[in-house]
């Protein structure tokens, strides 16, 4: 069995974390199969957009504790930092992915699960669903780009209060901060967040690419470089085949090639 499973529907590759019995936390097999796997989404130009989700219904509990509690003093200190840059570069792959990442939770998101859902760029939650930066129980600090992400997410005044209580966030209030986009009520949210990678299909997948490149730089880059971005970015979609097409369709008033459900969610 293995600990990463990948699977296909249709445009979208489904990243499934599979450590059921251990509520999918990240062991060292897990991680490298992460580091493995995710620069072939990269690479694949079929994959238009990515979920991201766990077995046994639960998305990710972080950390794998009772595997660090058996090498704590084991390894030197440099070896922990070790770990955790290795962990960095593949979770750097996750962020900069130039496709939607949609992460499916259920269960618990906590430590660095909550950071990897935090990596997406749209959580769809089931009713249940529970978010914790559990890191200072263990007298830890958030790691796997938590304290670079949870500010981002929900502003650093509410991050700090996340952070420093490590207590549990409900679906509901997830929602409520910007942690989560929306709550799946109605099946399960699986299924929802497929339907809503599958909307990704037939988009403009450079421009959404480096929309994304650039709207994950903007919070530390100033205003002048963002604009020097933007113009690059445009004339380089402007010459885009998708553009052309667009375009033609727009003139001869046919039904667009991209467009997003009236609903807004």
Not at 10 to 27: D, F, I, K, M, W
Not at 91 to 100: G, I, N, S, T
Not at 138 to 151: N, S
Not at 221 to 238: F, G, H, N, P, W
């Amino acid at each position: 069995m293995s600990v990463l499973e990948l699977t296909r529907v249709g445009a979208c590759a489904v990243l499934t974390l599979n450590r059921p019995e251990a509520r999918n936390a990240l062991s060292l097999d897990l991680r490298n199969a992460l580091a493995e796997t995710l620069p072939k989404l990269r690479d694949d130009e079929t994959i238009r957009a990515v979920v991201l989700t766990g077995s046994g219904g639960h998305f990710c509990a972080g950390g794998d504790l009772r595997a660090m509690a058996a090498g704590q003093g084991n390894t030197d200190v440099f070896e922990g930092r070790s770990r955790i840059t290795g962990m960095q570069r593949w979770f750097d792959d996750l962020v900069d992915l130039e496709k939607p990442v949609i992460a499916a939770v259920e269960g618990v998101a906590y430590g660095a699960g909550l950071s990897l859902a935090l990596a997406a760029d749209f959580v769809l939650a089931s009713p249940g669903a529970t978010f914790c930066a559990v890191f200072a129980r263990i007298g830890y600090v958030p790691d796997l780009g938590g304290m670079y992400l949870l500010p981002r997410a929900v502003g650093l005044a509410r991050a700090k209060a996340l952070a420093f209580s490590a207590r549990v966030v409900s679906a509901e209030e997830a929602l409520t901060l910007g942690i989560a986009h929306q709550i799946e009520m109605e099946r399960p949210v699986l299924d929802a967040a497929l339907d809503f990678a599958a909307r990704f299909e037939h988009a403009p997948a450079g421009a959404l690419g480096i929309m994304k490149s650039v709207m994950n730089r903007a919070f530390e880059s100033d205003r002048k470089t963002v604009y020097m971005q933007e113009a690059m970015a445009q004339s380089l979609c402007r010459e885009s085949q998708f553009h052309q097409e667009a375009a033609r369709r727009f003139m001869e008033k046919l039904p667009p090639l991209y467009q997003w459900p009236q609903e807004g969610k």
